[in-house]
Structure formats: structure tokens, C-alpha cells
């Protein structure tokens, strides 16, 4: 037997799977005449209250009877769409679709995932509400952003479940997986800038690009960036992207420290703030000086395989390296440790710091090695930048110099200082 006070949630979940569904294919079907269309509102909402009941009777003993209703549900809605093809001569395979779809979300929501059902009924509503915009896109796609985006979910969703997930190689450095996601990520950073230049333009997407990049890793988001500047124009968007992904990581790593190491946040704001402060400028003026006219040319292979395997090497032999010096030299081997895996990602350094008992370093000496960190990381974009961009990168490289100088020149201050917060 089944309790009321068991039941009105799940079916609340159900009903309310049928009439966001119902409402939208209500409305898009609103101009047919009455009789041309299979179902409307109120057919969808009942079609979602009979498949809630089905799901209820599942945890009940009447399994057969809920089984029976989902089968004959759907015997209903592939016959009635069938009479109406024939009779309108509209095959009308969305809503055929989206009917089934309602009754396997009101099912959903009746056998005990109401919240469930009922979010993926919303995501299926979202979809059928786009339908203009989504034919709208795929008309401006041609074959070269077909190919693009082919390859890239290759790389990200086929090859890395097929790799080991765990530590191979000298010394145990290596996890296959964890090294895929650096591809990933900079074939990842490459399609969206591509994407983004598209739809926005260089002067708007390739920032747009940089910025939500560099918010996860600049790194990544130079390399894919400085790899794009041979094929440039001008190379003023790839540029003013790379100066901005870092300007990003340095707001980044100051709110890092903030959450996962507060101890030292002032004086790694002090170190910090004049760098942060000069490769923000340098970004905006690189952004402002560039031609608002400007269209870049899109690359020939926005998923450029080749130098994001060169840069998974670059990682895989630093973590070697880290790896080594930790083995060669035990406790002493920690800071070559941090110091390498913090050339390529500054958010490592941060978590250990923050995991040292408290008073076990100095702060501002903590704050000083953590700034090294990040200087260390600045010479590597540095390094990237000019060797895959060549002379086109002179003003991404001159503000990063500028910013590795500003770095260098606070960190001396306070070390020669010694000042402790």
C-alpha cells in the first residue's frame, strides 16, 4: 500500500515534468489547427501523471501493473504520432520525442528522484525552447568547425578513460590521466578560443577566451594562445589574451591564498600587489591599442595536437624532475618540488603552504616562496610565448618582462627587509 504522505512529492515532480514540457510544445504547435496536433498541453500532463503513478507502483507490489502502464503509454504515443503523420502529412519527430522523453522523467519523479525529473524535464525544455537559435548556429557552421569539434571530443571524452589511472614510469612521476588533462586543456583553451573569435570577433573572443582561461590556467591558455600567433595577422588579440590570463592568475592565486591560506595574506597581497597591479595595465593597453576592425585569421587547425603533446612533455619532465629532488634530497627536495610543479601550477604550491601547521614557517617567508613560485611560473609563459610565437609575441613577451621584473624587484624588497607580519 501506498502512503499519501509518501506520494504527493513524487507526483507533484511528475505533473510538473509534464507541464514544463507541455507548455513549450503547446505554444510552438499554437498556430496548428485543432485536430493536427497528437498532443498538446494537458495530454503531455496527463501522459506525466500516468508514467509518476507507473514509477510509484515500482516500489509497491503491483511492479507488473507500473510496467504495463509505461508500455502501453508508449504503444499510445508512437501510434497517435503515426495517425497524425498520416492525417497532416507532418512527420512531427520532436514532439514524438519530447512525449517520450515525458514519460521517462515523470517515471523518473514518481519512483522516488522528483528533483531529478524535474531538472532534466527544465534542461529538455531549454532544448526545445532554442530551436530557432540552435538552427540558427548550425548554419553558420562549415566543415573546418565540424572537423574542429570532432577532434576535440575525441581528445577530451574517447582516450583519456582508456588510460591508467596511476603512477607509472621513474619514480612513480607519472599519472596517464592526470598528464591527458594537460592536452586536454590546451586543445580545450585552443577550440574555445576559435569559438570565441567567431562568434565575437578577435578583439572580443580571444580575451573573452583568456580570461575565463585564466581564471583555471594560464598556462594552458599561453600556450594555446601563443601557438595561434604565426597564423595571426597581427597578433594584437593573441597578445593582449596572454598579458590578460596572467593578469587573471594574479587575482586568482591573492583569493587562493585568502581560502586556503588566510595566515598569509597580507603580506602576499604586499609582494604581490605592484606585479598585479603593472600586468593588468599592461593587458588593458594592449587591449585598447588594437584595431577594432581587426579579424584575426582562424587558425588552419584550431585542435593543434602536436604542441600541446610538446607542452605534456614539458610537464611530464618538470614532475620528473620534482619527483627526483624530493627522492634525492627527502625534506630538503620539497621546495625544488614545489618550486618545479609550481612552474606549471601555482595552485599546488598554495594548497601545501596552507596545509603547513600554523607557525611552522615565517609568513612572510611562506609568502616570499610562494611568490617565487609564481615567478618561476611567469618565466615558463615567458619561455612559452616567445618560443611558438617568435617576433609576434615582442609585446606579450615585454609585458610579461615587465611583470616578471615587478615581481622580482618586491620580492628582493621584502626579502632583504625581512619584514614579519
Known sequence: MIALTDAWLPMLGAIAVGLLIGIERGWTLRTRKDGQRAAGVRTFIVLSIASGIAGLLLSSQLQPVGTA?????GILVAVAYALEARISGQADATSAVAAIATIALGFLAGSGSPEVGVAYAALVTMVLALRTETHRWIAKLDEADLRAAVRYAVIALAVRPFLPDRDIGPLDAWNPQDLWLVVILVTGFSFLGYVADRALGAKHGTVLTAIIGGAYSSTAVTQSLAQRLPDSTSGE?????????????????????????????????????????????AGVWLWRGQDDGERTNLPRNPIALLPALG????????ALAARWGLERFGEEGIALML???????????????????????????????????????????????????????????????????????SIAFWWVNSLDF
Open 69 to 73: 502502464i509505461i508500455g502501453g503509454l
Open 237 to 281: 588579440a593573441e597578445c593582449t589574451g596572454i598579458v590578460l590570463a596572467s593578469a587573471v592568475m594574479y587575482v586568482r592565486v591573492v583569493l587562493l591564498v585568502l581560502v586556503l591560506a588566510p595566515s598569509l595574506i597580507i603580506p602576499f597581497t604586499v609582494i604581490m600587489l605592484p606585479a598585479l597591479l603593472v600586468t593588468w595595465a
Open 311 to 318: 607542452f605534456l612533455i614539458f610537464v611530464a619532465v618538470a
Open 339 to 409: 618550486f618545479l610543479m609550481g612552474s606549471m601550477d601555482v595552485d599546488v604550491a598554495i594548497v601545501t603552504a596552507g596545509g603547513l601547521p600554523e607557525g611552522a614557517v615565517a609568513p612572510w617567508l611562506a609568502s616570499i616562496a610562494l611568490a617565487g613560485t609564481i615567478l618561476a611560473n611567469m618565466s615558463v609563459k615567458l619561455g612559452i610565448t616567445l618560443v611558438n610565437g617568435g617576433r609576434r609575441s615582442r609585446p606579450a613577451a615585454r609585458a610579461l618582462a615587465l611583470s616578471m621584473l615587478t615581481l622580482f624587484a
